[in-house]
């Protein structure tokens, strides 16, 4: 709700108070339930693109990555950090993405900068400024096509795993549309300790446990399939 006021309020000064020729697009989801107030500083981000909901607090070298969340599946994506940490000893770093093209738009043209001023200090792009804080795995998850987050592929230093919605979905709920194509709590566990284990962080046998875990069928049909 707090991303939307501040969108919607930035739309309204640039607009009508300062009389800008632009359009804002807004995608409104009907799912219920409770708003969390907004954290301090967090206005900047949103309208960047993207900003920290939640840091981790890791202690010494425990597994560690960045999970970035959109729209809805954020809260399954906050939850799935919950889980890595109760079940696994792995700390995440949430990040809530109010644009990915807002994101793209920026790393390009920082990349065109660095491309014309071969003689100046290198710009960098904020999804690089945000998440190379920490340089580990980064896994965003979302209810848009996979093409939608891999849009900033770019622009993200370090692996980067992508979790989306391709294909046709077949339920009658929101839990089994997530589960089946994969953005729910349970499988972005999976694809969370998949991205440590492909870094060494972990080993792979923890992978093979959470899909036992949290009842994720490793041989379901692929979405993009159906």
Same mark, same amino acid.
């Given at each position: 709700?707090?991303?939307?006021? =501040?969108?919607?309020?930035?739309?309204?000064? %640039?607009?009508?108070?300062?009389?800008?020729?632009?359009?804002?697009?807004?995608? +409104?989801?009907? !799912? @219920?339930? !409770?708003?969390?107030?907004? *954290?301090?500083?967090?206005?900047?981000?949103?309208?960047?693109?993207?900003? %920290?909901?939640?840091?981790?607090?890791? *202690?010494? @070298?425990? /597994?560690?990555?960045?999970?970035?969340?959109?729209?809805?599946?954020?809260?399954? +994506?906050?939850?799935?950090?919950?889980?890595?940490?109760?079940?696994?000893?792995? $700390?995440?770093?949430?990040? &809530? +993405?109010? #644009?990915?093209?807002?994101?793209?738009?920026?790393?390009?043209?920082?990349?065109?900068?660095?491309?014309? $001023?071969?003689? !100046?200090?290198?710009? %960098? #792009?904020?999804?690089?400024?945000?998440?190379?804080?920490?340089?580990? /795995?980064?896994?965003? &998850? &979302?209810?848009?096509?996979?093409?939608?987050?891999?849009?900033?592929?770019?622009? =993200? /230093?370090?692996?980067?795993? =992508?979790?989306?919605?391709?294909?046709?979905?077949?339920?009658?709920?929101?839990?089994?549309?997530?589960?089946?194509?994969?953005?729910?709590?349970?499988?972005?566990?999976?694809?969370?300790?998949?991205?440590?284990?492909?870094?060494?962080?972990?080993?792979? #046998? $923890?992978?093979?446990?959470?899909?036992?875990?949290?009842?994720?069928?490793?041989? @379901?049909?692929? /979405?993009?399939? +159906?």
């Amino acid at each position: 709700g707090y991303e939307l006021a =501040v969108i919607v309020q930035d739309g309204m000064r %640039r607009m009508y108070g300062e009389g800008e020729d632009v359009f804002y697009y807004l995608t +409104v989801m009907n !799912e @219920k339930y !409770e708003q969390p107030a907004m *954290p301090e500083g967090a206005a900047p981000g949103i309208l960047r693109g993207m900003y %920290r909901v939640r840091e981790a607090k890791a *202690p010494g @070298k425990a /597994p560690r990555l960045q999970m970035l969340g959109a729209g809805a599946i954020l809260r399954e +994506v906050l939850a799935a950090a919950d889980l890595l940490e109760q079940d696994f000893g792995v $700390h995440a770093d949430v990040w &809530s +993405v109010t #644009s990915f093209s807002e994101l793209r738009r920026d790393g390009l043209a920082a990349a065109r900068w660095n491309r014309l $001023h071969p003689d !100046e200090d290198r710009k %960098r #792009s904020y999804v690089e400024r945000c998440l190379a804080q920490q340089p580990v /795995p980064v896994l965003a &998850s &979302s209810d848009y096509m996979t093409l939608v987050a891999d849009q900033i592929r770019p622009f =993200v /230093p370090g692996a980067y795993s =992508v979790l989306g919605t391709d294909g046709f979905g077949r339920s009658d709920t929101r839990r089994k549309l997530r589960q089946f194509f994969e953005v729910d709590r349970y499988s972005t566990c999976v694809a969370a300790l998949a991205a440590l284990a492909e870094q060494g962080q972990i080993d792979r #046998s $923890h992978v093979a446990a959470a899909l036992r875990k949290y009842g994720v069928d490793p041989e @379901k049909i692929d /979405p993009l399939s +159906v």
